[in-house]
Protein backbone atom coordinates (compact mmCIF):
# COMPACT_ATOMS: atom_id res chain seq x y z
CA UNK A 1 0.00 0.00 0.00
CA UNK A 2 1.34 3.40 -0.95
CA UNK A 3 2.15 5.86 1.81
CA UNK A 4 -0.54 8.53 0.85
CA UNK A 5 -3.27 6.22 0.97
CA UNK A 6 -2.24 5.03 4.46
CA UNK A 7 -2.46 9.09 5.68
CA UNK A 8 -5.70 9.48 3.90
CA UNK A 9 -6.48 6.77 5.77
CA UNK A 10 -5.73 8.11 8.88
CA UNK A 11 -3.41 5.53 10.18
CA UNK A 12 0.50 4.85 10.07
CA UNK A 13 -0.51 1.45 8.26
CA UNK A 14 -3.22 0.33 7.05
CA UNK A 15 -3.69 -3.42 5.63
CA UNK A 16 -5.42 -4.69 2.98
CA UNK A 17 -8.35 -7.25 3.72
CA UNK A 18 -9.73 -9.48 0.85
CA UNK A 19 -13.25 -11.35 0.52
CA UNK A 20 -13.51 -13.42 -2.82
CA UNK A 21 -17.16 -14.53 -3.61
CA UNK A 22 -18.94 -17.19 -5.07
CA UNK A 23 -19.20 -15.81 -8.19
CA UNK A 24 -15.76 -15.22 -8.58
CA UNK A 25 -15.71 -11.42 -7.75
CA UNK A 26 -13.44 -10.22 -5.54
CA UNK A 27 -14.00 -6.98 -2.91
CA UNK A 28 -10.89 -5.77 -0.95
CA UNK A 29 -11.59 -3.08 2.05
CA UNK A 30 -8.19 -1.34 3.91
CA UNK A 31 -8.39 -1.71 7.42
CA UNK A 32 -6.26 0.63 9.41
CA UNK A 33 -4.41 -0.15 13.02
CA UNK A 34 -7.33 1.92 14.40
CA UNK A 35 -9.92 -0.45 13.22
CA UNK A 36 -7.35 -3.92 14.17
CA UNK A 37 -7.17 -1.93 17.68
CA UNK A 38 -11.16 -1.40 17.93
CA UNK A 39 -11.29 -5.12 16.65
CA UNK A 40 -9.13 -6.32 19.37
CA UNK A 41 -11.11 -4.24 22.14
CA UNK A 42 -13.66 -5.73 21.01
CA UNK A 43 -12.77 -9.28 21.08
CA UNK A 44 -11.16 -8.62 24.47
CA UNK A 45 -15.25 -7.56 25.67
CA UNK A 46 -16.85 -10.33 23.87
CA UNK A 47 -16.01 -13.63 25.71
CA UNK A 48 -17.48 -16.62 23.95
CA UNK A 49 -19.89 -17.82 26.54
CA UNK A 50 -21.73 -14.29 26.93
CA UNK A 51 -20.99 -10.92 25.52
CA UNK A 52 -20.27 -8.72 27.93
CA UNK A 53 -21.20 -5.73 26.17
CA UNK A 54 -24.68 -6.85 25.82
CA UNK A 55 -24.89 -6.64 30.00
CA UNK A 56 -23.83 -3.07 29.72
CA UNK A 57 -26.15 -2.08 27.31
CA UNK A 58 -28.99 -3.50 28.97
CA UNK A 59 -27.56 -1.87 32.06
CA UNK A 60 -27.66 1.56 30.36
CA UNK A 61 -30.89 1.03 29.07
CA UNK A 62 -32.34 0.04 32.60
CA UNK A 63 -30.89 3.19 34.20
CA UNK A 64 -31.71 5.47 31.38
CA UNK A 65 -35.52 4.00 31.34
CA UNK A 66 -35.30 4.74 35.38
CA UNK A 67 -34.80 8.18 34.70
CA UNK A 68 -37.60 8.82 32.66
CA UNK A 69 -39.19 6.77 35.26
CA UNK A 70 -37.81 8.91 38.44
CA UNK A 71 -39.36 12.13 36.03
CA UNK A 72 -43.18 10.88 35.33
CA UNK A 73 -43.00 10.60 39.17
CA UNK A 74 -41.81 14.06 39.82
CA UNK A 75 -44.76 15.34 37.53
CA UNK A 76 -47.53 12.93 39.39
CA UNK A 77 -46.22 14.19 42.53
CA UNK A 78 -46.47 17.78 41.51
CA UNK A 79 -49.91 17.27 40.22
CA UNK A 80 -50.75 15.98 43.84
CA UNK A 81 -48.94 18.41 45.67
CA UNK A 82 -50.15 21.43 43.66
CA UNK A 83 -53.89 20.75 42.91
CA UNK A 84 -54.36 23.81 40.92
CA UNK A 85 -52.02 22.33 37.99
CA UNK A 86 -52.53 18.52 38.41
CA UNK A 87 -54.67 18.10 34.95
CA UNK A 88 -51.65 18.80 32.93
CA UNK A 89 -49.54 17.26 35.35
CA UNK A 90 -50.90 13.66 35.58
CA UNK A 91 -51.52 14.00 31.33
CA UNK A 92 -47.98 14.63 30.95
CA UNK A 93 -46.86 11.36 33.22
CA UNK A 94 -47.88 9.06 31.07
CA UNK A 95 -45.76 10.34 28.10
CA UNK A 96 -42.79 10.52 30.58
CA UNK A 97 -43.40 6.79 30.90
CA UNK A 98 -43.57 5.76 27.61
CA UNK A 99 -39.75 6.46 26.43
CA UNK A 100 -39.41 4.34 30.03
CA UNK A 101 -40.82 1.73 28.76
CA UNK A 102 -39.25 1.26 25.38
CA UNK A 103 -36.21 1.51 26.91
CA UNK A 104 -37.25 -1.64 29.25
CA UNK A 105 -37.92 -2.96 25.92
CA UNK A 106 -35.21 -2.47 24.42
CA UNK A 107 -32.64 -3.66 26.80
CA UNK A 108 -35.00 -7.16 27.24
CA UNK A 109 -34.40 -7.74 23.17
CA UNK A 110 -30.73 -6.50 23.17
CA UNK A 111 -29.87 -9.03 26.41
CA UNK A 112 -31.82 -11.91 24.72
CA UNK A 113 -29.79 -11.16 21.72
CA UNK A 114 -26.60 -11.10 23.05
CA UNK A 115 -27.02 -14.12 24.91
CA UNK A 116 -28.08 -16.40 22.11
CA UNK A 117 -25.98 -14.65 19.39
CA UNK A 118 -22.18 -15.69 19.00
CA UNK A 119 -20.22 -13.30 19.46
CA UNK A 120 -18.98 -12.06 16.09
CA UNK A 121 -18.09 -8.51 14.59
CA UNK A 122 -21.76 -7.53 13.22
CA UNK A 123 -23.18 -7.89 16.94
CA UNK A 124 -20.72 -6.17 18.53
CA UNK A 125 -20.81 -3.34 16.20
CA UNK A 126 -24.58 -3.19 17.06
CA UNK A 127 -24.44 -3.57 20.37
CA UNK A 128 -21.40 -0.70 20.52
CA UNK A 129 -23.63 1.36 18.64
CA UNK A 130 -26.82 0.57 21.52
CA UNK A 131 -24.21 1.26 23.88
CA UNK A 132 -23.54 4.86 22.99
CA UNK A 133 -27.23 5.49 22.12
CA UNK A 134 -28.39 4.01 25.40
CA UNK A 135 -25.84 6.19 27.45
CA UNK A 136 -26.90 9.51 25.22
CA UNK A 137 -30.55 8.96 26.30
CA UNK A 138 -29.18 8.52 29.85
CA UNK A 139 -27.58 11.87 30.00
CA UNK A 140 -30.77 13.03 28.50
CA UNK A 141 -32.58 11.39 31.27
CA UNK A 142 -29.90 12.32 34.02
CA UNK A 143 -30.33 16.64 32.96
CA UNK A 144 -34.04 16.01 32.61
CA UNK A 145 -34.23 15.16 36.42
CA UNK A 146 -31.81 17.29 37.52
CA UNK A 147 -33.83 20.22 35.66
CA UNK A 148 -36.87 19.09 37.13
CA UNK A 149 -35.67 18.73 40.82
CA UNK A 150 -34.09 22.15 40.28
CA UNK A 151 -37.72 23.20 39.49
CA UNK A 152 -39.41 21.13 41.93
CA UNK A 153 -37.38 21.54 44.81
CA UNK A 154 -35.20 24.51 44.36
CA UNK A 155 -37.81 26.92 43.12
CA UNK A 156 -40.95 25.61 44.51
CA UNK A 157 -43.12 25.45 41.26
CA UNK A 158 -44.96 22.54 40.40
CA UNK A 159 -42.81 20.62 37.24
CA UNK A 160 -45.76 21.67 34.76
CA UNK A 161 -48.03 24.68 35.56
Known amino acids: MSPPLAEAC ?50 TNHAAAATWVVLASIAAG ?14 ITPFLLVPALLLFWRAR ?12 EPLLSLLRCEAVTAA ?9 VAAAVSRVWGEGFPLFG
Not at 20 to 30: E, K, N, P
Not at 79 to 88: C, D, F, K, Q, S
Open 10 to 59: GAETAHRKGARFGDGSHVTAIETDGDILLRKLAGALAMPEQVPLGNIVRI
Open 78 to 91: SGIAWPGVATINFI
Open 109 to 120: AFGAMSRSTPAS
Open 136 to 144: SILVVGLLF
